[in-house]
Nanobody, 124 residues
Framework: QVQLVESGGGLVQAGGSLRLSCAAS????????MGWFRQAPGKEREFEAA????????YYTDSVKGRFTISRDNAKNTVYLQMNSLKPEDTAVYYC?????????????????WGQGTQVTVSS
C-alpha cells in the first residue's frame, strides 16, 4: 500500500514557475513508476508526465514537453514536477499517482495509488 500527498500548488501569473512535490509513504517507493495527471474544470483527468521506477526514463505529453520536468528522489520517497513558463491553460488540479510497474504508463487505469490533488491556478 502506498499513500501519496501532493504539495506546492498555488496561484501564479502566466510565465511563472511552480514546483509540485508528492511525498510517498512505504519502503518500496523506489520500485514504483510515478505519474502526474491533471484535471481542468469541466474536463476529464489527463496524463501529463511520468517517470520510471529508477528515474532513468521519463515521458511527457506534447502540451508540457519543454516546460515541465519530472524527477524523483528515492532516498526522500518524493517525486517532483517542476513547471516553468506556466500558461492559463495549465490551470487544474494536479494529481500524482504510483504503480508497481517496470515501464512508464500513460494510462490512468494502470495507477492504483493516487494523491488527493493540489490546485494550480495560472492567471493571465
Amino acid at each position: 500500500q502506498v499513500q501519496l500527498v501532493e504539495s506546492g500548488g498555488g496561484l501564479v501569473q502566466a510565465g511563472g514557475s511552480l514546483r509540485l512535490s508528492c511525498a510517498a509513504s512505504g519502503r518500496t517507493f523506489s520500485s514504483y513508476a510515478m505519474g502526474w495527471f491533471r484535471q481542468a474544470p469541466g474536463k476529464e483527468r489527463e496524463f501529463e508526465a511520468a517517470i520510471s521506477w529508477s528515474g532513468g526514463g521519463t515521458y511527457y505529453t506534447d502540451s508540457v514537453k519543454g516546460r515541465f520536468t519530472i524527477s524523483r528522489d528515492n532516498a526522500k520517497n518524493t517525486v517532483y514536477l517542476q513547471m516553468n513558463s506556466l500558461k492559463p491553460e495549465d490551470t487544474a488540479v494536479y494529481y500524482c499517482a504510483a504503480a508497481a510497474l517496470r515501464y512508464i504508463s500513460l494510462r490512468e487505469g494502470e495507477y492504483p495509488y493516487w494523491g488527493q490533488g493540489t490546485q494550480v491556478t495560472v492567471s493571465s
